[in-house]
C-alpha cells in the first residue's frame, strides 16, 4: 500500500496500479479498492474502475463507504441521476446518514424530484444546525417559492461557518432573486476578503457583483 501510494504521488500509475493490486489481494479492505479505484481512473482506465467498484459492492453489499465515494466521483462527471441512485442506496441501509441525505436532497433538487425538500429537513432533523444542510435546505426553499423559510435558512448556514465562501455566494444569489442588491453586495465584499485573488469564489463573487442592479 505504501509503495502503491509512493507511486501514485509521483505520477507513475503504472507503477501504483499493480502495488495496489497487491495490496488488495493481501488486504481487501475499502481503504485499498479506493486507492486502486483511484490510480485506474488516473491512468484512463475507466472500465477496470468501474469493474473494481462493481465487484466490491458486489462483495460488500452493505457497504456504505464505497457508494458515497462513487456517488461523489459521479456527481463530479455530471452524472446526477447515478449518484441520485447511489445516495437513495446509502439511505437505504443507513436511514439515519445525514450527509448521503443532504448530498441526496442536492441532486435530488437538480434533477427536480418532489422529495428533495423533505430529504433535506430529514437531514437537519439529524444534525440540527448544520451549515451545510442548512444552506441545501435553503437553496431547495428558495427554488420552490418559499422565499423567507429560504432566506432564514440560508442566513443561519452562513451565521454558523461565517469563513465559508460557498455559504455566502448562495446567500448572495438568494438576495439578487429578491432583488436585494445592498444585502448582496455586502455577502460578496465578505467572499472577497476570504477568497484569493483569481480564485474560482473570487470570479463568482466578481461576477455576480456586476448583477446588481
Partial sequence: LIEGDIH?????????IPA?????????????ALRLHRAQLRAGRAAEAERTG??????NADDVGM??????FALAQGRN??????????????????????N?????????????????ERALALAPGNPAIL?????????????????ANLKQAVDGAPQLPALRLNLARAYL????GPDARSQLEEVLKLVPEGSPAHQEARTLMGQIR
Avoid: C, H
Avoid at 8 to 16: D, L, P, V
Avoid at 81 to 102: G, H, S
Fill in 8 to 16: 501514485f504521488s509521483a505520477g507513475s500509475m503504472t507503477e501504483a
Fill in 20 to 32: 495496489f493490486e497487491a495490496a488488495f489481494e493481501r488486504a481487501r479492505v475499502l481503504e485499498v
Fill in 54 to 59: 462493481e465487484d466490491w459492492l458486489r462483495e
Fill in 67 to 72: 457508494r458515497m465515494y462513487l456517488a461523489e
Fill in 81 to 102: 441521476e447515478a449518484a441520485e441512485a447511489l445516495y437513495r442506496e446509502v439511505i437505504d441501509i443507513q436511514a439515519d446518514n445525514a450527509l448521503a441525505l443532504n
Fill in 104 to 120: 441526496l436532497a442536492w441532486v435530488a433538487g437538480q434533477l427536480n424530484r418532489p422529495d428533495a425538500v423533505d430529504l433535506a
Fill in 135 to 151: 444552506d441545501t435546505l435553503g437553496m431547495l426553499l428558495l427554488e420552490r417559492g418559499e422565499q423567507e423559510r429560504g432566506l
Fill in 177 to 180: 432573486k429578491l432583488e436585494r
